[in-house]
């Protein structure tokens, strides 16, 4: 685990440029198995995909996922199913990655590993 486990999301009201390529892909090497995509309107996010063994522990993990969430200041998009949930994290008020994004992986792949 990183440091990025340690820090706290900073509240971002946009005003602030989001990171480059180069540096979204040193952040990259801080969490673990999150792929880096790009949408339709060129604006970076960080995505994962987690297995589970049934639909109970998948609702249990987005569940577990929101709290984090609601303290952090900082919400993703989810969406699950029986045996899976997706996550996607951006910063929306500065249309691409900030470090809050990859705080908040962080905190994820940590309740992923309990």
Same mark, same amino acid.
């Given at each position: 685990? /990183? &440091?990025?486990?340690?820090? +706290?999301?900073? $509240?971002?009201?946009? #005003?602030?440029?989001?990171?480059?390529? =180069?540096?979204? *892909?040193?952040?990259?090497?801080?969490?673990?198995?999150? %792929? !880096? =995509?790009? %949408?339709?309107?060129?604006?970076?996010?960080?995505?994962? +995909?987690?297995?589970?063994? %049934?639909?109970?522990?998948?609702?249990?993990?987005?569940? +577990?996922?929101? @709290?984090?969430?609601?303290?952090?200041? *900082? *919400? $993703? &998009? !989810?969406?699950?199913?029986? #045996?899976? /949930? @997706?996550?996607?994290? /951006? /910063? *929306?008020?500065? @249309?691409?990655?900030? @470090?809050?994004?990859?705080?908040?992986? =962080? +905190?994820?792949?940590? !309740?992923?590993?309990?």
């Amino acid at each position: 685990m /990183t &440091d990025l486990f340690n820090k +706290k999301c900073v $509240p971002c009201e946009g #005003g602030v440029a989001p990171l480059d390529i =180069s540096e979204i *892909h040193k952040y990259q090497k801080k969490v673990d198995g999150w %792929n !880096i =995509s790009e %949408n339709e309107k060129k604006i970076f996010f960080l995505k994962k +995909k987690f297995e589970f063994k %049934n639909f109970l522990e998948s609702q249990k993990f987005v569940n +577990k996922v929101g @709290e984090i969430s609601e303290n952090e200041g *900082h *919400h $993703p &998009d !989810i969406k699950f199913g029986w #045996g899976y /949930t @997706e996550i996607n994290i /951006t /910063t *929306h008020a500065i @249309e691409g990655l900030s @470090e809050n994004d990859f705080i908040l992986a =962080s +905190k994820i792949d940590k !309740i992923s590993n309990v």
